[in-house]
């Protein structure tokens, strides 16, 4: 017999099963603001059920459409992952890294300034505004008083 086809033989001991005395389980019983003479079952409420079955059946081949489209971009994803993980031990490669690093930062600075002169005045009234709100809360708690 060729190494491909040898049978594999693994003696082993039989397991002995032991019999385990089992006690009676205890009843719970699930008190509740009812009166004991009434007895009712708790059905699970369903709500939009079939709606929600009719949406999804509606939805599903757009969702398998999605998941089709989208994997090969996340496999390329996952195999240049696996690449840069790999070229990271490389010493030269770390140094590319940092040179990339920089030119990008240094392309990105005037957008991210650019976003902050537009933005900035935008989050300072609404911190001007939830300041003011604040105050009027407190104005009208101590009024309260």
Do not use: S, W
């Not at 009712?40 to 081949?61: D, Q």
């Not at 696996?82 to 990008?104: N, P």
């Amino acid at each position: 017999m060729t190494a491909l086809r040898k049978i594999l033989v693994v003696e082993e001991q039989p397991v002995l099963a032991t019999e385990v005395a089992r006690a009676p389980a205890a009843k719970f019983r699930v008190v509740t603001g009812d009166a004991p003479t009434e007895r009712r079952a708790a059905a699970p409420e369903e709500t939009g059920g079939a709606l929600k079955n009719i949406a999804l059946f509606f939805a599903a081949p757009f969702i398998g459409l999605a998941y089709i489209l989208a994997l090969p971009f996340v496999g390329l994803g996952y195999v240049a992952f696996i690449a840069a993980r790999a070229a990271a031990k490389r010493e030269a490669m770390k140094m590319v890294g940092v040179a990339l690093k920089t030119v990008g930062m240094l392309i990105a600075a005037p957008f991210i300034g650019l976003a902050c002169v537009v933005l900035f005045p935008f989050a300072g009234l609404a911190m001007l505004a939830g300041m003011g709100g604040r105050a009027m809360v407190e104005a009208g708690a101590r009024r309260m008083r």
